[in-house]
């Protein structure tokens, strides 16, 4: 069966800082891969999605950056936080054939910056 | 400008009741999908509806989707504590990653 982890799963931070949260998956091949930051008890924002190794779509501008060196490890990552990337972070996968596909998630990263 | 809106936002009520939550959008949706989301959770898939008009039904869940294909529903009856949680659409518009709605976050009172 499949399976998603993400690390870790709280974060607090100090404005300044860098970034590095880690999300691998297991049991499937070529998945899409998805970062999605949820502000308290609201919807999810896409941020960056991946089809593929070193293919990367940014759907916000931010200083937020996504890598994803092998087909089921995705990384986010920022040189320096800033107060305004406080938030849950969640990590996706789904498959990478067909349309429709549900997305399974992992458990999130709560990120709190100082 | 939210591309899926979801109401109410919010919805407390005593365990028994029924309640119906909405999700609407001025766009076509090549599917809708439901999640269920707990604290400190991700989101979870409940259901997904793909053609105009389709109703299913999980349990005590029946989700509904638009004959136009910009809208959903989702009615559960005799609400018990246990469905608590975060309720998220999201749909598909033809690009490979979903878009989600802004969430209605259900309280259920034993």
């Known amino acids: 069966s499949q399976t998603i982890h993400q690390w870790p799963a709280t974060l607090v931070q100090p404005v300044g800082s860098p970034l590095s949260l880690e999300c691998t998956v297991e049991?499937?091949?070529?998945?899409?891969l998805y970062w999605y930051r949820q502000a308290a008890g609201r919807g999810l924002q896409l941020l960056f999605y991946s089809i593929g190794i070193d293919q990367i779509s940014s759907e916000v501008p931010q200083n937020l950056s996504a890598s994803r060196p092998q087909d089921r490890q995705f990384i986010l990552s920022s040189k320096k936080l800033l107060l305004s990337d406080s938030g849950f972070y969640l990590c996706?996968?789904?498959?990478?054939?067909?349309?429709?596909?549900?997305?399974?998630f992992g458990d999130g990263t709560r990120l709190s910056i100082l | 400008t939210q591309l899926l809106e979801q109401s109410p936002q919010f919805l407390s009520i005593q365990e028994g009741e029924n309640l119906t939550v909405y999700c609407n959008s001025s766009?076509?949706?090549?599917?809708l999908q439901w999640y269920r989301q707990e604290p400190g959770e991700g989101p979870v898939l409940l259901v997904t509806v793909v053609t105009g008009g389709e109703v299913k039904k999980l349990k005590r869940l029946t989700f509904q989707f638009g004959d136009a294909r910009k809208d959903s529903s989702l009615h559960i009856t005799a609400a018990q504590p246990g469905d608590t949680g975060l309720y998220l659409c999201?749909?598909?518009?033809?690009?490979?990653?979903?878009?989600f709605g802004s969430g209605t976050r259900l309280q259920v009172q034993p």
């Open positions: 999201a749909g598909y518009t033809g690009r490979r990653a979903l878009t």
């Open positions: 049991g499937t091949s070529n998945p899409n």
């Open positions: 996706a996968w789904s498959v990478h054939l067909g349309n429709n596909q549900p997305q399974h």
């Open positions: 766009s076509v949706f090549s599917s």
